[in-house]
């Protein structure tokens, strides 16, 4: 693959009081009137996450149609999941009904947060959601005694396939805890109630120690996914250890093999995506694909997308 890069498209500055920084996770959704809506997350003063969108041009995704003048989720109540953030990972288009899946975010004491994985439904065409509960639908527990996020969720012959983040572990580096985590599987019959198989799809080597934000797409009759990937070590301030893309391909959905030489796209010599680039998202539209992803400061800089040259 080899992805042309055309730039930055949105970066959040101070434009509300509940979007003063980032934009972070983007998830473009392809609209009737080509259009794209791409949902997003951005923070407070207090850095707690919300999700938004704006809409773009299909053709021409730098060109800003709107953006959106509230969060579409609103914070849970007082010692629930999503009581202090929420960052929206992934939409699944089911008949005339939006499912978004989102990560609720708590602060911890030993360590920095706990994540899990919750869903909204929105019956109006993606313009606002109703969290389906209060609680997450994906939690630790038994055998996942860390965290979940971040999902990739695709319908395939009638089962909800779901690929998301497993966290393994944290340990103490330059005196601060950090997460180790990887990508496991999970599977549904109605995209609510997952069962979660224990099988790692996508895992450590010797410089990864961490794997973000899986997204998963079918194409020539082979399971494709990128990803993020990183250190564990001072991937905050070097960018040769920061997130970088990752890609995969799986002739089950179960079973992956990484190719990671294959991704084509890096960190530019400078500017917004020179320190790291993550969280991307793949999109189709008519003959073109395009690959929205997040540059420096996990977000921070904002988010740009790029096309793939076919």
Not at 26 to 55: M, W
Not at 202 to 211: G, L, M, N, R, V
């Amino acid at each position: 693959m080899y992805w042309q890069k055309k730039g930055q498209i949105f970066k959040t500055e101070n434009h509300y009081d509940w979007m003063v920084s980032h934009a972070s996770q983007p998830f473009a959704d392809l609209l009737e009137n080509e259009k794209l809506r791409i949902y997003f997350n951005v923070r407070d003063d207090l850095g707690r996450s919300s999700p938004t969108f704006i809409e773009v041009s299909a053709t021409n995704p730098k060109q800003v149609l709107y953006i959106h003048n509230a969060p579409i989720l609103h914070l849970g109540k007082r010692g629930t999941f999503d009581d202090n953030g929420m960052m929206v990972s992934w939409l699944v288009n089911y008949g005339q009904k939006k499912y978004l899946y989102y990560t609720g975010w708590n602060p911890q004491v030993t360590v920095s947060y706990r994540l899990s994985i919750g869903l909204a439904i929105s019956t109006d065409g993606g313009i606002s959601f109703n969290k389906y509960s209060e609680g997450p639908i994906c939690d630790r527990g038994l055998d996942e005694v860390y965290f979940c996020t971040m999902p990739s969720v695709l319908i395939d012959g009638g089962i909800w396939r779901m690929w998301y983040i497993s966290c393994t572990g944290w340990q103490i580096v330059d005196q601060h805890p950090e997460p180790s985590y990887h990508v496991k599987y999970a599977e549904s019959s109605d995209g609510i109630h997952w069962r979660k198989t224990g099988h790692v799809c996508i895992d450590y080597d010797e410089f990864t120690k961490a794997i973000g934000r899986p997204c998963v797409f079918f194409d020539s009759g082979i399971y494709k996914m990128f990803y993020s990937y990183r250190s564990t070590h001072s991937y905050r301030t070097n960018p040769e250890q920061s997130y970088r893309l990752g890609y995969a391909e799986s002739s089950d959905g179960i079973n992956w093999i990484r190719k990671d030489d294959e991704v084509g796209i890096a960190r530019s010599k400078e500017g917004w995506d020179s320190e790291m680039i993550a969280y991307g998202h793949v999109c189709r539209y008519n003959d073109k694909t395009y690959l929205f992803y997040n540059g420096n400061g996990f977000g921070r800089s904002g988010f740009g997308y790029a096309i793939l040259d076919e």
